[in-house]
């Protein structure tokens, strides 16, 4: 059929029962293609929100000719809105660390902290007067490193009070968050499928009975009017339909809702809350706040210095605060100016410590800042809006694209459906897009 008699009468029954005769498994598989079509471009797209997690193709200058996973192409922005669901809703920097009991806390390392003032001591009086300190009887220099092994947990546990004061200018809740999720794609994609995967896998298979749904419906047309643009234009309906309602369909309605009095639908995101919800909250505990990456940002994040300074003044009055009998004769010996520099290196050796001392406090910080029942628990207070937003901005911006590709790819197998039919029942081949 060429396009000049595409458009024709409807054909008469007599037409349309040779043509079932004859071409009955045609018409069986145009509702098969259509599922097949609905349930690929769902696939596709879901794919696209994930993969791949670098850019693939080529630029011609500022156009990217390619295509790079919607979650980890705008991962900055994901990981903003991730802590901003965090801070607004379920936790803040002050209430994490006002959990901790600095003596419990600094009881919890005592161990580490005799072992650090120890190395440190030895390590810079040999470094800094090896003979004062080997002149000095073996007692003394044992009571001189007890008398700092005392001093030091009082140091700490200050240090700890004074931290949680100022915790909003020693710990950057928010770029600990975006850091985390920027560099590790992988996570920030792990997150979005972890709470989500259930409901995403769920969409191809409802695309699948749409395109049935449809497909019916281009086998009726086609007995109808052997149009030969039924079945891309129907190709491309599919594809966008199907991808439109079934991302609806993943969070709408919020609350069951009873469609024609026939059937019952409820948000596939919104039904498995109670599923999610435990899921979310064990991420965000073992994989953003956990103790560990809570500590490293301390040490090495941006207000890292501060926390060096802070750190270097509790130093410095632990080792002023040396017995009589030990500090003027080390003052002495080595001067004031060297005595400050001392101080002041001895603070950066103990600050090198930290991470042993932490990893040493990891069961009791673990259980004081109890994070997952935390989110867990005001993760149940959420409005339905607000819960929506866990997973929705990972499709929300990208979705028009998505049904489009959808929309595209529909219309790309529909023509070759129709050329391949027009081929087998009128025997020739049309001309590409008709």
Avoid: C
């Amino acid at each position: 059929m060429n396009a000049g008699n595409s458009v024709e009468a409807i054909r008469s029954f007599s037409q349309i029962g040779h043509d079932l005769s004859h071409w009955w498994w045609i018409y069986l598989s145009m509702p098969l293609i259509a599922g097949f079509i609905g349930w690929s471009t769902k696939l596709v797209a879901i794919e696209m929100i994930f993969r791949p997690i670098n850019f693939r193709g080529v630029r011609l200058g500022p156009i990217p000719l390619g295509w790079q996973g919607m979650i980890p192409r705008r991962a900055p922005e994901m990981a903003a809105i991730a802590y901003d669901m965090i801070s607004t809703n379920l936790i803040t920097p002050r209430e994490i660390f006002d959990r901790i009991d600095p003596e419990q806390l600094v009881a919890s390392v005592r161990e580490p902290i005799r072992r650090t003032v120890d190395d440190v001591v030895r390590d810079m009086a040999i470094t800094y007067y090896p003979g004062l300190w080997e002149a000095m009887p073996e007692p003394t220099r044992k009571l001189l490193i007890l008398a700092l092994q005392r001093e030091a947990p009082k140091a700490a546990v200050s240090m700890v009070k004074d931290a949680q004061r100022d915790v909003e200018k020693m710990f950057d809740l928010r770029e600990m968050v975006i850091t985390n999720l920027t560099e590790d794609r992988e996570l920030l994609n792990r997150m979005i499928r972890d709470i989500g995967g259930p409901d995403l896998k769920m969409i191809p298979k409802l695309g699948f009975w749409f395109g049935m749904i449809i497909g019916v419906v281009q086998a009726i047309v086609w007995a109808l009017f052997h149009n030969p643009y039924v079945m891309p234009v129907l190709g491309l309906l599919n594809g966008l339909v199907t991808d439109y309602i079934g991302l609806q369909m993943l969070f709408r309605p919020h609350e069951p809702k009873r469609y024609f009095g026939v059937f019952t639908w409820h948000g596939l995101f919104a039904k498995r809350r109670h599923e999610v919800i435990p899921q979310y909250g064990q991420i965000i505990a073992d994989e953003i706040l956990s103790p560990d990456k809570i500590t490293r940002a301390l040490l090495t994040g941006p207000a890292g210095d501060r926390v060096f300074e802070l750190a270097a003044r509790h130093v410095d009055r632990a080792a002023d605060a040396l017995p009589s009998f030990a500090k003027p004769a080390v003052v002495v010996a080595v001067g004031t100016d060297k005595w400050r520099e001392m101080k002041r290196i001895a603070a950066e050796k103990a600050f090198a410590y930290a991470p042993d001392a932490a990893e040493a406090a990891h069961g009791y910080v673990l259980e004081a800042f109890d994070i997952e029942h935390t989110i867990v628990e005001r993760m149940h207070e959420l409005t339905p809006e607000q819960y929506e937003e866990l997973l929705r901005p990972a499709v929300k911006k990208d979705e028009p694209l998505a049904v489009l590709l959808g929309a595209v790819l529909g219309f790309l197998v529909g023509e070759l459906q129709s050329q391949l039919t027009e081929r087998i029942v009128l025997g020739h081949w049309g001309f590409p897009f008709h």
